[in-house]
């Protein structure tokens, strides 16, 4: 059977570039603006002043090999399956991060990748493992997977290589034992239908004629002409396409209030012990913000599917309408860390050495992920969209 993401075509148009995988492993897959990520040691994650556990095999290669005891932390209780924390510096920088070499890492360079942390490894992937096999997107508050939504990319599904996948050995969450994802409280999708939904959804946000905010709402009627269905009639992954093919919203109106209560609502679910910056006073800005937003919609757009794609909240919610208004505080929050970039650098900036929209929105996307993928507790955050 064909595999619901994989239409005609898909491979043929270019039949070079076939991905392999382990055997016996699950196809991987990704967007295509992220198949060509590769590090180039911007360093953001190793100066970002994380807790970095070390797992009990690396750690002791490291310890042997480095033989500086300041160099880690040993916690009462690690976290599971770990043995130590990685040690910073005053300034937050991991004690192994060189500067001075090119950004690169003391253990990657003098030890190999084996020997990081799991944590090192896996950034900046964020992994589903369901019935369709291993979906990988990134965090974009790396700079490297930020620059590629500012580079015209398309959002068509092909399957991952192996830089993603890194050999199989990706890690994420695993959905592959549970029931699909619900279409609405009490009635599940199933997998070809999900599969369908998730693929025309991320279409609408590549069509170039919509703004984010207009592919939202007509994602959304969509999504809500689907309400009704019931298993025994028609296949599900046809009403989808059905549904996807007559769907067209008018553009919302601008409602800063609401984006900042969705903002708000993400905030709320940041677990305790982690901080994350307030969105007020921010709204001010947005006007400036609005003039030039439209050069960069399609990289907002981009950055939605990028969150669509492989989504947990599809997991952890009670129906496609969670999804939906996720996507909803994911531009939000986008918007607004918009306007707290173009605060700070309009106090700082003069007319010989202003920001650029497009740095402008990358910062915002960077920001908007710290939030939404390391801050924020996706089960927390289902719950109250649900």
């Not at 992994?127 to 580079?151: F, K, M, W």
């Amino acid at each position: 059977m064909k595999h619901p993401w994989l239409q005609d075509g898909d491979l043929g148009s270019d039949p070079g570039r076939r991905f392999t995988h382990p055997l016996g492993s699950d196809p991987a897959f990704c967007l295509r603006a992220h198949a060509e990520y590769a590090c180039r040691h911007s360093g953001a994650c190793c100066r970002a002043g994380w807790a970095i556990p070390i797992e009990a095999p690396a750690f002791e290669r490291v310890r042997l090999h480095f033989g500086d005891s300041n160099h880690f932390r040993i916690e009462p209780t690690p976290p599971a399956g770990t043995t130590a924390i990685l040690n910073l510096r005053s300034n937050g920088d991991c004690l192994f991060f060189e500067p001075e070499r090119g950004r690169l890492c003391a253990v990657h360079r003098e030890l190999g990748e084996s020997c990081l942390p799991a944590a090192c490894r896996q950034y900046p992937r964020v992994v589903l493992n369901d019935a369709r096999g291993q979906l990988i997107s990134l965090s974009h508050y790396c700079p490297t997977a930020a620059s590629l939504l500012l580079e015209g990319p398309s959002l068509d599904i092909v399957p991952a290589p192996p830089s993603l996948t890194l050999g199989g050995r990706a890690e994420g969450l695993d959905a592959r034992e549970v029931l699909p994802p619900l279409l609405r409280p009490g009635m599940l999708t199933d997998m070809d239908g999900y599969a369908t939904w998730e693929r025309r959804a991320i279409e609408t946000l590549a069509r170039g004629e919509l703004s984010a905010a207009r592919a939202i709402a007509t994602i959304d009627a969509a999504t809500a002409a689907l309400a009704s269905w019931t298993p025994g009639g028609e296949p599900l992954a046809a009403v989808v396409d059905r549904e996807f093919d007559v769907a067209l919203a008018p553009e919302p109106d601008e409602d800063l209030n609401a984006d900042r209560a969705r903002a708000n609502a993400c905030l709320a679910c940041v677990p305790h012990g982690l901080s994350a910056r307030s969105f007020d006073g921010l709204a001010t800005d947005w006007p400036t913000v609005a003039r030039w937003w439209p050069e960069v919609d399609r990289a907002a757009r981009a950055y939605l599917a990028a969150r669509l794609f492989g989504n947990w909240i599809a997991y952890h919610g009670q129906g496609l309408h969670a999804i939906v208004e996720y996507l909803r505080v994911c531009l939000a929050v986008l918007k607004l860390e918009a306007a707290r970039q173009q605060q700070s650098t309009s106090t700082v900036t003069t007319a010989s050495t202003s920001t650029s929209p497009w740095q402008t929105a990358l910062e915002a996307i960077r920001n908007a992920d710290l939030l939404l993928v390391h801050l924020t507790d996706a089960k927390s955050l289902a719950r109250r969209l649900s």
